[in-house]
């Protein structure tokens, strides 16, 4: 950032020493922005609040726009009209919000200190930062983005597009940088856990805090609340695990810290519940697969098998609703290989919204799409290599198939399609053929049949992998 915005504040020092105000415009720099992107809870807000405090000694002003909506865009330029004494209250409020808009930005295009007939010919201009926070539609930017002026702005948005400045461009600025922002590394994870949970001095190993931190998916927001939680439960880091591995829901929806910026539960930040029906269902099914590598050739080949209601049957309907997601970087996609990524939390919290049936109706749509992908074989063809590369791909899914089921074991049985125990079966197949892949050595246990709900699965024969020993056929007794 400093890269991006401070060089622009040094450039400005030595346009200003020439010549008044006007001149120096014309000689000055351009603009210089910044975008930082991503899901919410990455603490996008949080970044730019520190980087005001920590610059505010580059900066002779700073100003704070909420940007939610043009209603919020309206509110924050006619603080700053009255603040730098453009307009008066009154007057503000009376103002067309156009009017106003314009007065800022032309202040923004040449600031001075000293505004009216006592201000002197020649002064220096005043260097300025502009943070447009919670730019979610940056097409609304376009009518408040300053045209001309050496200021620096930093621009918030879910919506990785809003980094492509194509609001800014239109309004004649030539250079935008943007970030996308990721989860925290797991060292720096940790030590925002241990230090919100004043866990710092603590005898619990490292080892449990990577685990606290895995489970919330490095999210700032979610550790920082749950560290929050941590304390004020007066809870051990594995007391914490155990209590959240059974009550994920609770922790979600912990009211949030006061001290926070965005004063939002992690079960609310997202707000999916806003989605059009498309692009729920769409999220809901990503929420029951393995969230690292989605091939999107899984949510196309066998759309329109699905049953599941508002799940994108079409390849347009499908693109649309991938678009919407990817607005709010719900979920981020590598064009050149073809998959979406999805974070962790976020599938917990899809999940959690949905009632047992609604779950079971989005976990046999996941289990449909799978199948129908799957590359099942005569025996003869089981150690064909693109077959078992292919399977490599799909095995995660059907882990995470089994991490669903496994997870209700305090709960109702979801009463699954039984088309979920073929995968399993396929997959008792694969840790056949390749014995080292220890990770799946238990997918396929006896016991499924009694978590999934069926008395008819008696009738079914499953390969099953046991640890003492080689794979045998298991029957229902």
Not at 37 to 48: H, N, P, Q, V
């Amino acid at each position: 950032m400093d890269e991006a915005l401070s060089a622009q504040s040094r450039n400005a020092d030595d346009a200003i020493k020439h010549g008044d105000a006007q001149d120096q415009g014309k000689d000055a720099p351009n603009l210089r922005a910044i975008v930082l992107c991503g899901m919410g809870g990455l603490g996008k807000s949080e970044i730019a609040i520190e980087y005001m405090h920590s610059r505010k000694n580059d900066y002779e002003a700073i100003f704070w726009v909420n940007s939610a909506s043009v209603q919020k865009l309206d509110v924050s330029f006619r603080e700053i009209a009255v603040k730098l004494g453009l307009q008066d209250e009154e007057t503000s409020l009376n103002d067309d919000p156009e009017a106003t808009r314009d007065i800022v930005k032309a202040w923004l295009a040449s600031p001075v200190r000293t505004i009216g007939a006592d201000a002197p010919r020649s002064q220096t201009s005043v260097r300025w930062l502009l943070v447009f926070d919670n730019a979610d539609e940056p097409d609304m930017l376009e009518n408040f983005w300053p045209l001309e002026g050496t200021g620096s702005i930093i621009v918030t948005s879910r919506d990785p597009l809003t980094k492509k400045g194509g609001f800014a461009q239109r309004a004649s600025l030539h250079e935008i940088n943007g970030i996308d922002l990721s989860p925290m590394i797991v060292d720096d994870a940790v030590k925002l856990l241990q230090n919100v949970s004043l866990r710092e001095e603590a005898p619990e190993n490292r080892d449990s805090c990577v685990k606290v931190v895995d489970l919330l998916g490095c999210l700032p927001l979610a550790i920082t609340q749950m560290a929050y939680q941590i304390r004020v439960k007066h809870l051990s880091l594995s007391e914490f695990i155990e209590y959240y591995e059974q009550d994920t829901t609770n922790f979600h929806e912990a009211a949030p810290i006061s001290s926070l910026t965005k004063q939002q539960s992690i079960a609310s930040i997202w707000n999916v519940e806003s989605l059009d029906p498309t692009s729920l269902a769409l999220l809901q099914v990503l929420s029951v697969l393995d969230p690292d590598m989605i091939p999107e050739s899984i949510l196309l080949t066998g759309a329109s098998k699905v049953l599941l209601q508002d799940y994108p049957k079409t390849r347009i309907a499908y693109f649309d609703a991938r678009a919407t997601l990817m607005k709010s970087s719900l979920v981020t996609r590598n064009v050149e290989l073809g998959f979406l990524r999805i974070h962790r939390i976020v599938q917990d919290v899809v999940r959690q919204k949905m009632n047992d049936e609604h779950l079971r109706n989005v976990f046999n749509a996941a289990v449909t799409l799978v199948s129908t992908v799957w590359p099942f074989a005569n025996v003869s063809a089981l150690c064909n290599s693109d077959r078992l590369r292919k399977v490599q791909q799909l095995v995660p899914h059907v882990a995470a198939f089994r991490s669903i089921i496994e997870n209700r074991t305090h709960s109702e049985p979801l009463n699954v399609t039984i088309a979920v125990t073929g995968l399993f079966n396929e997959i008792a197949w694969y840790v056949l053929l390749k014995p080292n892949n220890n990770q799946f050595t238990y997918m396929c246990q006896a016991s499924y049949p009694t978590i999934l709900g069926y008395q008819s699965t008696r009738r079914c024969k499953l390969f099953v992998i046991f640890s003492e020993g080689p794979p045998r056929q298991w029957r229902p007794r």
